[in-house]
């Protein structure tokens, strides 16, 4: 296991996820159907997280973003609007998918600052130039 820089995001991942996945007991939601999408969600983006901080690949950030997306729309899709579950998942799901979204643009639009050139000159970043690897 590799430690790479961005990793760092995978960890407030992990921990939106285990708030999403505890979130059932601590705003005692009353809908059955509510509390297993929640508590699922919240475990599928935690585990998530923690395989893309052992080992990382682009198919997990990219999971993570459209599990973010589908707890924004799951309020209307499944019918809990207006309700304490509603806010939590559009809230976590807005942070999720910040996150996932950073991370794969860190990953392949991340300038490379202070890399020395062949003259020994450090060179400027290279903005829109996709890195790839990690």
């Given at each position: 296991?590799?430690?790479?820089?961005?990793?760092?995001?995978?960890?407030?991942?992990?921990a939106?996820?285990?708030?999403?996945?505890?979130?059932?007991?601590?705003?005692?939601?009353?809908?059955?159907?509510?509390?297993?999408?929640?508590?699922?969600?919240?475990?599928?983006?935690?585990?998530?997280?923690?395989?893309?901080?052992?080992?990382?690949?682009?198919?997990?950030?990219?999971?993570?973003?459209?599990?973010?997306?589908?707890?924004?729309?799951?309020?209307?899709i499944?019918?809990?609007?207006?309700?304490?579950?509603?806010?939590?998942?559009?809230?976590?799901?807005?942070?999720?998918?910040?996150?996932?979204?950073?991370?794969?643009?860190?990953?392949?639009?991340?300038?490379?600052?202070?890399?020395?050139?062949?003259?020994?000159?450090?060179?400027?970043?290279?903005v829109?130039?996709?890195?790839?690897?990690?």
């Open positions: 296991m590799t430690f790479r820089r961005i990793s760092t995001l995978d960890y407030y991942a992990v939106f996820g285990l708030f999403l996945f505890a979130s059932p007991w601590l705003f005692a939601y009353v809908s059955e159907k509510v509390r297993i999408e929640v508590w699922a969600s919240g475990a599928a983006i935690a585990a998530i997280a923690i395989a893309a901080i052992v080992a990382f690949s682009d198919w997990e950030e990219w999971l993570n973003l459209l599990l973010g997306i589908w707890l924004v729309i799951s309020p209307w499944l019918g809990f609007v207006h309700t304490r579950a509603m806010h939590v998942s559009i809230l976590i799901g807005v942070m999720v998918t910040f996150i996932a979204g950073l991370e794969l643009w860190l990953t392949h639009y991340e300038p490379n600052y202070g890399e020395q050139s062949e003259h020994g000159a450090p060179e400027g970043p290279h829109g130039t996709p890195q790839h690897g990690g």
